[in-house]
């Protein structure tokens, strides 16, 4: 695979910058507002609540149970301990515009 086949590393730096840039708000602002969003966010998930974002998509919590793994090199039988784990199922819009990205639909997530 090329470099110019790798997807692009989008920063939160970039998608402040391009918020800035739209809503014509300072910056600092905007970078306080989606700071803030994502805490919002951790601590939803780490009390084990389910975030719903109407077409958008769903971010859940859920449990992985512990289970016997093998290590494929030295065929060692391994414990994989029990864990939570964050678990993200796409919206229908989202869903589309990602399957079709070029077409211009009026799907928006309000």
Known sequence: MENSDLPKTVTKRE???RISDKSGQTKVLVRS???QFLEEVSEEL???NRLE???FGVFEVRNRP???AQNP???EKVVV???RVVKFKVGNVLKKRVES???NDDNSFD
Do not use: C, D, H, Y
């Open 15 to 17: 998608l402040v910058q």
């Open 33 to 35: 507002i989606v700071q």
């Open 46 to 48: 780490v009390s084990g």
């Open 53 to 55: 974002f109407r077409k």
């Open 66 to 68: 512990g289970r016997i």
């Open 73 to 75: 090199k030295s065929l």
């Open 81 to 83: 301990p029990a864990k």
């Open 101 to 103: 990205p070029k077409i």
